[in-house]
C-alpha cells in the first residue's frame, strides 16, 4: 500500500506564491524513483481536478492549461517528495491539494484522494 502526506498549504491573496509537498511511502515493492506522479484538487462541491505531471526522473512534466506557466512541478527522489510551486496565485486555485502516482489523468478518471491533503486558500 502506498501513503501520501501532504503539507505546506495555506491562505494568501491573489497574486501570492506557496508551495506544497507530498512525501511518499510504502511496502518493500515501491520504488519511489521508478514511479511517475502527479497534483490534483479537488475545490468545494466538485470533482477531482488532475493539475499536473512528473516523470520518474524528474524530466518530462504535463500540466493543465489553466496553470500552466503559473506552476512548476518538481521532485527529489532521494526523499521521496513531490512538490508543486504555485505563482500568481488566483481565487479558483482555492482547493485541497493532494498528490498521486501517474504522471496525467482525465478528470473523470482522477484517483480519489489518499493522504489528507493540503488546504490552498486564495482570497482576499
Known amino acids: 500500500e502506498v501513503r501520501f502526506v501532504e503539507s505546506g498549504g495555506g491562505m494568501v491573496q491573489p497574486g501570492g506564491s506557496l508551495s506544497v509537498s507530498c512525501v511518499a511511502s510504502g511496502s518493500y515493492d515501491f520504488i519511489f524513483r521508478t514511479v511517475d506522479m502527479s497534483w490534483l484538487r479537488q475545490a468545494p462541491g466538485k470533482g477531482p481536478e488532475w493539475v499536473a505531471g512528473?516523470?520518474?526522473?524528474?524530466?518530462?512534466?504535463t500540466y493543465t492549461d489553466s496553470v500552466r506557466g503559473r506552476f512548476n512541478i518538481s521532485r527529489d527522489n532521494s526523499k521521496n517528495t513531490v512538490s508543486l510551486q504555485m505563482n500568481d496565485l488566483k481565487p479558483e486555485d482555492t482547493a485541497l491539494y493532494y498528490c498521486?502516482?501517474?504522471?496525467?489523468?482525465?478528470?473523470?478518471?482522477?484517483?480519489?484522494?489518499r493522504g489528507p491533503g493540503t488546504q490552498v486558500t486564495v482570497s482576499s
Open positions: 512528473i516523470s520518474f526522473s524528474g524530466g518530462p512534466k
Open positions: 498521486s502516482t501517474g504522471r496525467f489523468y482525465r478528470n473523470k478518471d482522477a484517483p480519489t484522494r
